[in-house]
């Protein structure tokens, strides 16, 4: 029962993007609503670029693209969710990024958020909140952590973060914290 309780716990209280303690996900479906944007800004082009070619490679899949999933600078309707992946009834999509973080972090910190929104927008995943403890501390096994993965973190294992995020299979991040 304990067990139970803190599980509960857990869910509730880690289930954001960003930051602890706030009970939304940033994997948002809107109704009786159209999406803001029909295009992506080009501040984003780089990211989408290289999503594309790890995507291709991680997959397999030459032709992977992100397709029809607009990236822009907006309101996130969550000041604790620095992006955000709305999903709309008429089946599209898009990502909205506060643009005052965005300037405020450097290139890791971009990619790890935008790229954790493409999973949830792309890729359909969900949030993934599994911890592992290593001698440096618990790691994040997964880019699907609610909280998403520092820039430090990222940049230390970048590409096994990216591997779990297009397959979902661990073992390189086991391997990169020597487990
Ligand atoms: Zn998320």
């Known amino acids: 029962m304990k067990q139970l309780f803190l599980l509960i716990f857990t869910i509730l209280f880690v289930n954001a993007c960003g930051v602890p303690l706030s009970l939304r996900k940033d994997r948002v479906s809107k109704k009786d609503e159209s999406r803001q944007y029909a295009t992506t800004d080009s501040a984003f082009a780089t990211y989408v670029a290289t999503f594309e070619q790890q995507g291709a490679q991680k997959t397999g899949n030459p032709d992977f693209k ?48 935008l790229f954790h929104e493409l999973g949830h927008c792309r890729l359909g995943r969900e949030h993934d909140n599994t911890l592992v403890a290593t001698n440096d ?41 020597s487990l």
């Open 66 to 113: 992100v397709g029809d999933i607009p990236i822009n600078f907006g309101d996130t309707e969550n000041p604790h969710f620095q992006g955000v992946c709305f999903e709309y009834s008429d089946g599209t999509k898009e990502i909205i990024v506060q643009k005052a973080w965005w300037d405020s972090v450097d290139q890791n910190y971009r990619e790890s958020l």
């Open 137 to 177: 501390g618990d790691k994040k096994l997964s880019m699907m952590s609610a909280v998403i993965v520092n820039s430090n973190e990222y940049n230390a294992n970048r590409d096994a973060y990216l591997t779990e995020l297009f397959t979902q299979n661990v073992n390189s991040l086991l391997s990169a914290f």
